[in-house]
């Protein structure tokens, strides 16, 4: 009898600690499950995961007056522009510029790749490229001013050897299934934002900096007259591990 009670006994303990071990790895592997949460706050708008092991946060850094809609602008103009922080040279609107943190509490190091989609509104076109924040000294103030700049200039456009796909996109998915997931830079080489990022380990965060702007295609567009929301856009970013978070901006 005490033979039998005993055998009832370990199986119990043997199924609870198979139970134990089956949780842990529920758990484990869902510390970067795909998981998707849009927060507004203000400018700024938070996508997480459960753990907030990975999130992202997106925020609009130009405070420019948009009572007359985004002015429509050719690519080459896009450095001048970063330059002076999205305003024309008649003081209108010609882009907006994000500021993207990327936050991690994990101690292992990763990589990621992030990504923009954008959605237009019928009619128009949107590109964006990649800007870096720059201090200049203004000569009127003596103050230093906070600027962004891009990887390359107007002269740049002049060159044979110039790609300017590799620094400008269009924010539109190419694949076939046309949904903001599973984003990878073979079939959304248009979206690409930036690559390898390391996060993680000592360095739990990175910002990244984007600037969007209407596309002037050479046609009537009228349509933007007083229009302030032009597009509406998806920050994107995914690790090496094919974990994936997205964050909706306007």
Known sequence: ?????????????LYFFVGCIILSLIIIGATFAYFVASTSNGNVVNGGTY???F?????KVTSIDMAYG?????????PHAAEQMCHDDNGNAG???YKITITTDSNEPFFVDGYLVLNNITGLETRFTRVYPKKVVNSETENEDNIFETKFSKESFDSTEFIETEYI???????NLQQVENMNQDDNSNCLLASNIEIGGDNKSVIVYAMIWVYDNGQNQDILQGMQ??????????TAQGNEIKATFD
């Open 70 to 78: 985004l002015v429509p602008m050719k690519n080459i103009e896009a």
């Open 51 to 53: 753990t907030t092991n």
């Open 169 to 175: 996109k269009d924010g539109q998915l190419n694949n």
């Open 95 to 97: 882009c907006q510029i």
């Open 229 to 238: 929301l032009a597009y509406t856009g998806t920050a994107v970013f995914n």
């Open 55 to 59: 999130s992202l946060a997106v925020e």
């Open 1 to 13: 009898m005490n033979k039998k009670v005993n055998e009832k006994d370990n199986k119990k303990i």
